[in-house]
């Protein structure tokens, strides 16, 4: 899929802009501060309807004004059509639209436009807090896969229940009700996880031999507290005994200790833990790959070509590893990538200059 022309108003630092894309590999250039990142926050926010920046709605409203748009028409290799998505943002408020008509809810985006973000801040991705990690399982899978979501909404919503019933000492068997649900549930969850962890542990590890480093093998460790058995019955069984096991903390610290919303991700190089052992560079790498074996199991698993957001990565790459990401990526899909100075490599991009709230195509000299 590649993006055909973006209208933003009162978003972030445009007030307008409204720019054409050829279905080609597009570079954003311009100034710090000038607007490159915000195109790349803009086109994502279509995907999953919220920022990778973990900033808040009404900070993408730009100062001074009430409510932010983005309209985006795309084309979509697997019906051979152009789509349009749109979003109104206000203040406590957002509206999101696809082909001109208004989205019931914010799922029935999921899966539309495609794409995978990468930013210079992702370096700390293993580092980070667990949800983080959650949170990325849960949206790729979610993607694919709109049952998954309404489980995981739906696991969110009992384990609220559970907590309160905990805190405010329900009667044993309303808990207990509550633990079956949250068991037949995590069940699901989990073994969609652990399957997910698994495809994209050998993409990883492939495409870090292959871009950056021959040496040294990455892959992924899926780490949970509840059962891994594969039948339900056997895991919800197994689970229940896990909570009895756990009843007498659960009621001292009043929350539910075992489940998916504990799970972890870990990365491995050569079998250590990255986000213990690992150089920053390490990690930087660790964590790109990810985003690329993600990118590629959605290719193959829907048949389209997610669009590639990469926020300055160049400057987080030698020239060799630089090279050899931009040929991995070439040819499979559109791919928007910034960076404040044009480097080699980026002959073959279709360039943009952001600046002063403008956007517009640099003519070849």
Sequence with gaps: MFVKKLILNNFRSYAHAEVDFPPEDIYLTGNNGQGKTNVL??????????????????????????EA????????????KDHVLSCLIGRGYKVFS??????????????????VHYDPSQVFFFKDEPSDRRKLLDETLSQLDGKY????????????????????????D??????????????????????????LSKKMERIYSELFSKEKSLSLLYRTNCPLDDDQESFVQNATALFDANRSLENLRKTTLIGPHRDNLSAL???????????QGENRLASLSLRLAIRE???????????????????DLDATRCQNLLQSIKGHGQAFVTGAQ???GFEDYQIYVASEGSLRRKEND
């Design 297 to 315: 199991l959605f290719h193959e698993k829907t048949g389209k070509e997610p669009l590639l957001l990469l926020d300055d990565v160049a400057s």
């Design 269 to 279: 190089l050569d079998g250590k833990d990255v986000a213990a052992f690992g150089s």
């Design 174 to 199: 309303v808990l207990n009700v509550l633990r079956d649900q949250l068991s037949n549930l995590a069940y699901r969850i989990v073994t969609e996880r652990k399957r997910l962890v698994a495809l």
């Design 342 to 344: 044009i480097r080699e």
């Design 41 to 66: 926050e803009a086109i994502h926010y279509l995907t999953l309807g919220r920022s990778f920046r973990k900033a808040e709605d009404k900070d993408l409203i730009r100062d001074g004004t009430e």
């Design 149 to 172: 979501l309404y489980a995981i909404a739906r696991y969110k919503k009992l384990l609220k229940e559970r907590n309160v019933g905990l805190a405010q000492n329900y009667d044993v």
């Design 69 to 80: 748009s983005i309209y985006l028409i795309y084309h979509d290799e697997s019906d051979g």
């Design 98 to 115: 696809i082909d001109d008509r208004k989205a019931k809810t914010l799922s029935e985006m999921l899966g539309k436009l495609l794409a």
